[in-house]
Structures are given as structure tokens and as C-alpha cells.
């Protein structure tokens, strides 16, 4: 995360930003993506991808963040790649989602993702399926 978060310190003139997976090393019960300040770069963000997303709070919040902060943000794509054990919790593993398994996935974190605050009303959510 200490690297992430210098990248975006020293690239202020950022527009498009492709993390390949968040991985955060903070203890489980630390869900909340805190920076000291808001980096600049979010100021002319305006595409913003996560591959390997799976649907895990910290990932959330991270896209909170951004959605929070990026103005000119357009569009938020997540390359999801989540399991329905991963995210749910069901009890038995199920390696590959069927596809209304995996829109209804989408659809709930589409709900909590809008349920936060946006600083771009033009922005729009896609998610592909890696």
C-alpha cells in the first residue's frame, strides 16, 4: 500500500490508473483507506481499473476512495475474479460462479458502491470478468 500511495504522491497529472490487485498488508479489522492527505493525481483521474477484484471491504474501499475524491472520473472498471466462498462466505467452495451468481455479485456492489459519496456525477461502473 506504502507504494501505492507514493506513486500517487509523485504523479499528479495521473488519468488513468490499472491496479492489478489491491493487497493490503493491515490487519483485518482495519477496513478504512486512510491517506493523510487526498493525492493530487485524483484531481484529473479519469479512468480507474482493479483487476483481479474479488470483492473484499478493502477493495471497496478503496473504490470509495477514489469515487470519493477523482472529479473528472468517467469510468470505474472492476475485472472481477471473485469466487462465490470468497466473497459470500458460502460454506462450500465453489471455484466458478454461473453467471446470474456473478451479476448478482455486481449488482450488490453496485448498490454499495452507491450508496457513497461521488465527486463526479458523470461516472460509470463496468465490470468484466477476468
Known sequence: ????????????????????????????????????KVPECLVCLKSFKIQKFNGY??????????LKHARVLQMVIMETSYTLEDYMGVRKKKKNPKAKEVEALNEKIRRQLGMSQWASTGCVIYFSSS
Open 57 to 66: 471491504p478493502k477493495e471497496l474501499e478503496m473504490v470509495k476512495f477514489v
Open 1 to 36: 500500500m506504502k507504494t501505492l500511495l507514493n506513486f500517487l504522491e509523485f504523479s499528479p497529472n495521473l488519468e488513468s490508473l490499472v491496479i492489478n490487485q489491491v493487497e493490503f498488508s493491515g490487519k483485518a479489522k482495519e477496513n478504512t483507506l486512510t491517506f493523510d
